[in-house]
C-alpha cells in the first residue's frame, strides 16, 4: 500500500515516518509540508538520516492523489476540513489526525474551537478512531478522526468501567499531566525549554478543547450524557502523558472484581497493559510504545485510575497506524510491537 | 539569637543554612550528621563555599545545648522523636521538620507510619506549624511541628473556604505533583536520574503519610471530620510543588466572590499570591521563594483550586524560618523577602 | 541613585530587576520593553507579582533621561549602539549587557556580526566590564561593555596564568557548555523543549561571535596576540554554564604553584572561588549566584582548567550589578551576597 | 541461537533484552541477577511486561551452560574475570561488556582499575569489540571485549585520520559529555536526579579509565604509541554521549579532502552516519539507535571533530548485538535498524 503523510514537518508526521519504516506492508511515497517544501525530509529531522530520502513538497491534490491509497492527514484543526473532502472524494481513505472530525456536532466544534466548520456534511461519516472501543467501524471506514491525546489517556480506563454500569457518572474528575511534545513543534513562549523545565502548571481547566470530545465519547458509551471535570498539566517531558481519573462507584467493587471488569475487555488487547496490584503507570516505561498502561486503587466506593501513554504513540501516530492496520485486514499490532525505551 | 540544626546534611537542613545566612539576627552555631561528623559543611555541600566554615559534629547534647537558643531538627522520623524531650527540657525552643509531631493522636501516628511512638506526652504541647493558620499559638510555642510539603500546599488554599463554610467537605479530592528533593537526599532507587527524568508517575495513592495531617488541620478548620482523596505524584524536576484540588461548593459562587473569600484571610498574608483572572500558578514562578501562589477556576458548584509553592522553601525550611521569626517576634519575612530564582 | 533598565522583558532583563531589588541604595525606576510596552512587569514575568509594580513602557529618550541616573541597556545587539550614544550625551552612565561595545575594533565587530557598526567613535570610551580584571577602569567609565557570558567563563580561569607568563599560548582550547537561558527568552526551533531536553550538541564551533571577544582580552593581557579554538555546546538545563579550558604549560608546575598563581590573583576576589584540590566545579552550586569556581587539574605541562558560571548572573546581571557598584563605590558585593540554590 | 544474559538487571542488561526482541534467529533463554533473583524480569523492569516472562536466576554456570550458545556478560568489572573463563571452557562465546578483557596488559589494567586480574591468560583471547574497527577478528573471535561508550565515541572518528596519518598525534584531546545512564543504575548519591538536574560538571579528568583502552586503540591504528588528554563530563540526560575531538593535521586540508577520508572508510558503514557540511551531531538524533553521527569543522590544520551515540546502544548494547551478528553470520544490522526515537 502506498502512503502519503500530509503535513510530514510537524512531531506527529515525523512519528509517522519513523513507525511505519518498521513495517512490510506500506510505503511512504509523499510527504508534504508548506514551510519545508522542496527540502529533504531528513534537513528537517536528522534523526531520519540513512532512512529517507523523501522530500517534502507542497501540498497539491493532483499530485499526490495518483500515489497514494491511504492518507494520513497530521495538519492543524482548520486545515484538515479544507483536505480531507476532496481526498475522500478521489477514493482515498483517509486517517485525520487533527481534531476536525472528532466532534459529531458541528455546534460544538465550533463553540469549542471558535472557527466555522466548513466540512459539516462529512461528519457523520467520520468514525472515532479508538481502536479498542470502534474496531468494526474503524474497520470498513474511509474517514477516521484519530483521537485526541489526553481523551486516549482518559477514555481507555473508563471504558470497561462504564460498559458495566458500575460508576456513579455524574462526579467524574480527570487531572492529566503531558509531555511538551503534545504541543508540537510550532514556536510558543509556553513550549521554550527554560519556560518548562523545572516546572509545573496547569493550564486551560474546565476549557481544554478536548474537553467534548472526551464527553461525547463517554456519553456513548454510558448511553447517556456524562460532563466530567478536566484539567490538563505541562510538566517537564518530551513525550508521555499521565491521567489521574477519580470516579465513585455506585458500590464497593474489591480490587479482584474490578481487575475482572478490565479483564473482560481488555484481556485480549494487545496494547493495554493492566498493571499488577500496588504497580502504578509511569510514562517511562511506555515510552516510544503503543501501550496503556493502567493502573488503580480502590478503597470503598472511590477509585482512582491512572493510565499511561506516550501521547505520540498510542496518543497519536500509533493509533493512527493501530487504525490503519485495522483498515487493511493487517494484524493490528504490525510496526508496533516495540519495547518501550526505558530509561 | 544562636541557632543549632539538627541534621543539616539534607537538602532542609543546608535550605535552613541558605536561608538563614541573609538572616540579621541569628546565628548558626552548631550543625550535626552523623554520617558526615567532622567534616566541613561545605564539603558536603560546595555551594556553600566562602559562606560557612561550619563543621558538622555528631550530635551530642551537652555540646549542643549551651549554644543554642532555637533549634531545628531536620532529621528523619522516629529520630525527632528520641531527641526533641531532651532538648526541651533543657528549655530549647525546637522546630522540627520531621513527622513526629504532627499528628495529635499517638494513634493514627502509629497506624500510619508503622512505628511505636515514644514521646506521645508532648504531642499535645505541639503547635502545628502553618504560619497563617496557627500564628498566635506558635508564637508561644516551645516546639513547632513544621508541616509537610503536601499538606502546606493543600491546606492553604482551602482553608479559607473551610473557614467560610462555602464548600460540601465530603468530596475534596487533592492532587499533588512534586518535584524529587521531597524524597531527600538519601540513596533510593526511584530518586536516581534515569528512574525519573522523562517520566510522571502516581504513587502511595490514598496511603501517602502526609493525608491524616491533612485530614486533621482541615477537619479541625472545619469543626467537623473531613476526609479526603489524595494523590501525590513525581514528576521531573528539582524543587517545586502543584496541587490541583477538586471541590465542590454548597452553592454557586462567582470568581469575585471566591476571591472576595481568599482576600478576606489572605489580604495581609506576605506570602500568599492569589493570582488575577486566568491566571494559573507555575511552580517555576516561585522557585527558591516562601510563596505560596493560588489561582483557581469555577463553573457553577465546580470549584478547582491550583496552589504551587517551593516544597523545600514554604513546604520545608522556609515555613520553619518564618515560624522561627513569629516565635522570636521578629517581622515575618526577615530572610525570606527573596525573589523567586526564573528562570 | 534611579535606575533605568531598557529592554527588560528578557532573561537579563529580569534578572537585572531580580538582583536589584536586594540593593539598599538604588531604585528601578523605568524599565521598557518595545513588545509588551504598556504591561506590568509582573504580568510578563509573573515571578515578580507582589515585589514589582513597575510598568513596562517603550523607550522615549525624553522620558527615560529625567528618571533614571544609571541606564542598563539589556537589548540586542546593533539596538544597543543607536541608544546608547544618546544616553551617554544625556549625561548618563551606561552598562551595556548587549555585544555592540565589546570589540575595539569597527572591523572586528563587522567581520563577525555582520552588521555596520553606526557608532565607531564611542568604541574607544567602552569599558571592557569584566570587573576583576578592570576595576579600576570601570570605577571611571561612562560607558562599561559587559562581557559575554563564554568570554567571563573562559578568561576569569586564564588570566592570572597569562599575566605569569606560563602558558604557551598557541595552543589555547575552550570547550564550553551552556544551559539554554543564554539564548534568550525569543521564538527560536532550537530553544525549544523538545529540541534540548534530552540532548547534546556542538553549535557554531570555530565560528561563534564570543571568539573575537575572548582573542581581543587574552591577547590584551598577555601582551601579544592570541588565537583560541572555542566549540560552544549547548545542554539542557536553564541555567548555568562549565568551561573546560586545555593549555599547556611552558614549564612543568605542580599543583601547588598553580594554586599559589591563582592566590596571587585571586585571594581578595569575593566572586572567584578556586576548589580544593580534586574538586571540579558543578554549575549546581553556583546556580543564581555571582560565583565563578575554578578547579583545575595539572600532569606534566598538560593542563586542565574548569570553570563555572551562572550564565545568567556572572555571564551577564550580576556582573553588571557588580560593576555599577564599582562605578558608584559601593561595596562591590552589595545585593550580589547570595547562597547559590541547590538543588 | 539460545543467548544467555549474566546480570540482567542493570541499565545495559535491559538494553540487551529490548534489542534481541527484535532480532528473529535467537532467544533469550537465561537472565541472571544475583539482587533479584528469583523475580520476574518484568518486575524490575516494567517496560517489559508483556514482551518478557523470563525470570531472573542466580548464576550457576551449571544452569546456565546447557541452555546458552552465546553470553553475554553485563556485570561490574571484577566479576566477569572470574565467569567468563569457565565460560569459555565450557565452549560458549562470550560478549563481555564489562572492561575486564579490554585492556590487552594485566599491568595497565591493575594500574588504573586498582584491582588484581585474576584471568591474564585469556587476555591475549579477547578481541576488543569495536566493530567497524576489528570485524574480521571479531568474526571469529570466542571473546569479544565489548568497548567502553567513551572509547567507541572517540576512537571510531579519530579512526580514519589516524590510518591516513593525516594527523599530529601527540596533541589530541578529547572532551566527552554523557548522560546519566551511563553510570548504571547502582545507588550513587552523584546519580541522584538533584545532584545531576540542572548542572553540568567535569570529573576524572586525566585519569578516567576508558583513557587507557582509547591511548592502547588508538596507537595500535597508528601504529605508535599515542597518549591522550581525556575529560569526561556529566550532564542532566538519560542517554546520549557527545564527544568533541581536538586535533592538528599534519598540513592542511579542505573539508572536502576530510570528507573524502571519511567515506573511504565508512562509505559502506551502516552505523556511521557522517552529517553534511554545517551540521553538527545532537545526541538527540541518535537516541535508541546503534548510529554514530560525525560531523567536524576545519581551519588550517585544527580540526575539531564531533561524534554522537547512544551510550546503551552504541556504546554498549546495540554494539554487542552487532558484534554478536558478526560472530554468526548474520547481517550485521539485523535487530538494529530502527530510526531513532525524536524528540
Not at 142 to 153: D, E, H, I, M
Not at 216 to 221: G, H, K, P, T, V
Not at 251 to 256: A, E, K
Request: proline content about 6%.
Amino acid at each position: 500500500m502506498n502512503i502519503a503523510v500530509i503535513g510530514a514537518s510537524g512531531y506527529t508526521g515525523l512519528e509517522l515516518v519513523r513507525i511505519l519504516a518498521n513495517h512490510p506492508h506500506t510505503t511512504i511515497t509523499c510527504v508534504t509540508s508548506e514551510r519545508f517544501a522542496g527540502q529533504p525530509l531528513s534537513n528537517v529531522f536528522p534523526s531520519l538520516a540513512a532512512f529517507s530520502d523523501l522530500r517534502l513538497e507542497s501540498f497539491d491534490m493532483s499530485r499526490v492523489s495518483p500515489r497514494a491509497d491511504i492518507v494520513f492527514t497530521a495538519v492543524p484543526h482548520t486545515e484538515a476540513m479544507r483536505i480531507v473532502p476532496s481526498l475522500l472524494q478521489q477514493g482515498k481513505r483517509v486517517i485525520d489526525l487533527s481534531a476536525d472530525f472528532r466532534l459529531s456536532s458541528k455546534t460544538t466544534y465550533e463553540a469549542w474551537y471558535g472557527h466555522q466548520h466548513t466540512s459539516p456534511d462529512i461528519l457523520s461519516a467520520a468514525v472515532y478512531g479508538l481502536s479498542e472501543l470502534n474496531r468494526s467501524a474503524i474497520r470498513r471506514a474511509n474517514l477516521v478522526a484519530n483521537p485526541g491525546c489526553y481523551p486516549t489517556s482518559i477514555i481507555l480506563p473508563l471504558m470497561p468501567l462504564l460498559k458495566e454500569g458500575v460508576l456513579r457518572t455524574g462526579t467524574i474528575i480527570a487531572d492529566s499531566k503531558s509531555g511538551v511534545s503534545g504541543a508540537g513543534r510550532a514556536l510558543k513562549t509556553n513550549s521554550l525549554f527554560c519556560e518548562v523545565s523545572e516546572g509545573c502548571s496547569a493550564y486551560n481547566v474546565l476549557q481544554h478543547r478536548h474537553q467534548p470530545e472526551i464527553e461525547e465519547q463517554l456519553s456513548r458509551i454510558a448511553g447517556n450524557p456524562i460532563k466530567i471535570t478536566f484539567s490538563p498539566h505541562l510538566i517537564p517531558m518530551n513525550r508521555g502523558m499521565l491521567s489521574t481519573i477519580y470516579v465513585t462507584l455506585r458500590r464497593s467493587l474489591t480490587p479482584v472484581q474490578i481487575r475482572d471488569i478490565f479483564k473482560k475487555y481488555y484481556r485480549r488487547e494487545r496494547f493495554i497493559r493492566l498493571l499488577p496490584d500496588g504497580v502504578l503507570p509511569h510514562t517511562g516505561r511506555i515510552r516510544g510504545s503503543n501501550f496503556c498502561d493502567i493502573g488503580f486503587v480502590v478503597k470503598g466506593t472511590r477509585l482512582v485510575l491512572v493510565s499511561a501513554i506516550d501521547n505520540l504513540v498510542k496518543g497519536a501516530s500509533g493509533q493512527a497506524v493501530q487504525n490503519m492496520n485495522i483498515m487493511l485486514g493487517y494484524p493490528e499490532h504490525t510496526a508496533l510491537d516495540t519495547i518501550p525505551l526505558y530509561p
